[in-house]
Each structure stands twice: as C-alpha cells, then as structure tokens.
C-alpha cells in the first residue's frame, strides 16, 4: 500500500515537472515562497473593509453595482441555506481526529475552528458595511466592498463544501451516476485522478482544487481557482469535490510535500456527497 502511494507521488512530480517545465524542489520552494499565511491573509482583509469609508447619504455618485456581490450571496444561500448576513461555522460530521492518519486531528481543528470562522467574522462585517454602503447609496463603497465579500465569502463557501466532501472510512474509486460521469467525460477513473491530483498540486500560492458540473453541456470537468475564489464565480462549473491546497491545509503534516498531500486526501473522499452534490447539479439544469 504504501509503495504504491511513494510510486503514485513520484509519477505525479515527475508529470507537474513535464507540464511547468519547471523542478519539483522549486515547486516546492515556490510554494513556500508564494503561499502566504492564511492567518495573515484573513487579518488584512479585515483591515480592508474597516478602512472602506463610506459618503453620507446624497452626496454619493451613482453608479452600477457588480453583479458578482449578488452572485456570491445567491451561491452561498443555494449551498448553505443562509441569507445575507447570517452566516455561521457548520459543525462537522465526523471529530476532528477522524481523518486520521491522513489529515491529522491538528491540522483539522486549526481548519475549521480557526481559519473557517475567520472567513465568517469577516463576511458578516463586510455585510454590515455593505448595508451601511446600501443605505447612502453609496455605489463606489459597495463595489470597494467586493474582495472583501469574494474572499471572505468563497473562503466559508470553499471550506463548507470541502468538510462535507470528506469522511472517515472513506476514499477508494466512487460508484454510481458520478464513477459513470468521471469515465465518460475522463476517460478512466485513473485518468480523472491523475488530472485532478496534477492541476491541485500545481495550483501556483494558495488556492483549490476541483470536478466541476458544467450545466450546459452536462459534463464534469476538472479546474483550479486561486485564493479563495469560487468555482461557480470564476468558470461557471458548479462545484461537487474540492480540495484546499492552502499550505495551512498540508503543511504540519506534510511540510512542503503538496503531492503527497493531494494523494492522501483520496484516501478521504466522500463519494456518496459528491453523487449527491451531482444528482443536485443535474437536476437543477434540468437533465
């Protein structure tokens, strides 16, 4: 077992090597280099939103709103069943400890109970400020507002998604109208894997991994988006499996070692959730 995971590291090293062109040490490095601390990350864009200053109400310049601001909430409020502003840390479904060994009780704590709700602290006081922004009319404020609110709110959207797509006693290739979905648009489920595993482990600083449904034309597929940016926003792809390759995700684990990372979290992949989040999918586009 354990050999053919080393193997399985080796040949995705040696495939991100092919693709960047580029040393897996300095892949490495690069990733300490590039990643910043999500702590610090969090801290900053709280700083961000208080130093937003916001014109009295008349004498604000109109203006059009970005629709994205509606579209985050939209997808927060599809995926969490929570309005604007109501925002709060889901419990999860399993202890800390129980993805152990492949993600430690540490490392999962820190996660969720740190780096999660900061994410939420922060929205709520970007909605706070938004409502104030609303109120004056305030149309440049409101739109100062939105990195706050995409970073913020994809960071509790992307955590949300990624503690239900987990489980213990879980991992191994899925079944069901998912595995059939993953052969047909992949080819195999080990083509699917070896795509996935090398686009997550490649993803340049912090940022996710993810298998995408495509609505229009009723496939999944494969893509990455960086920081905390949602997969709906960015491509369009509504999200079914995700993985966080945030250094703070891997690092007290794994050091600098992303690839191993990347292979163990298929050690832990709810596949039962990711058929249902597919059958949701399917569904709501009418197939």
């Known amino acids: 077992m354990a050999d053919n995971k080393d193997a399985y590291i ?9 693709i960047s062109g580029i040393e897996v040490e300095q892949i490495r490095k690069n990733q300490i280099a590039n990643a910043a601390s999500e702590a610090s990350a969090i801290k900053e864009m709280a700083d961000y939103v208080a130093n937003i200053t916001i014109q009295s109400a008349g004498t604000a310049k109109a203006g059009v709103v970005d629709p994205q601001i509606a579209a985050i909430f939209q997808h927060l409020n599809s995926e969490l069943g929570e309005s604007r502003g109501s925002h709060a840390l889901p419990p999860l479904k ?10 430690n009780a540490t490392i999962m ?18 909605v706070k400020k938004l409502e104030e922004a609303e109120t004056a009319k305030d149309t440049s404020a409101i739109n100062a507002l939105l990195p706050a609110i995409k970073f913020n709110g994809g ?28 052969s047909r648009d992949f080819g195999s489920f080990q083509a699917f894997k070896d795509k996935f595993s090398t686009a997550s482990a490649g993803v340049k600083g912090s940022g996710w991994g993810w298998l995408g449904y495509c609505p229009k034309g009723d496939k999944v597929a494969v893509a990455t988006c960086q920081n905390q940016d949602g997969l709906q926003v960015t491509h369009g792809l509504v999200p079914l499996l995700g993985i966080d390759v945030w250094e703070h995700a891997y690092y007290l684990q794994y050091k600098n070692l992303r690839p191993a990372y990347v292979a163990a979290f298929f050690n832990v992949i709810n596949w039962e959730n990711v058929n249902e989040r597919f059958a949701t999918a399917r569904k709501a586009a009418g197939h």
């Open 10 to 18: 080796v040949a995705l090293e040696k495939k991100l090597m092919e």
């Open 94 to 103: 399993y202890e800390h400890a129980g993805l152990e060994p492949h993600i």
């Open 109 to 126: 704590e820190i996660h969720h109970t740190k780096h999660h709700q900061g994410y939420i602290n922060n929205l709520i006081a970007a």
């Open 155 to 182: 960071g509790h959207l992307n955590h949300t998604i990624f503690w239900t797509n987990m489980a213990p006693n879980a991992g191994g290739e899925p079944t069901g109208p998912i595995s059939e979905a993953i």
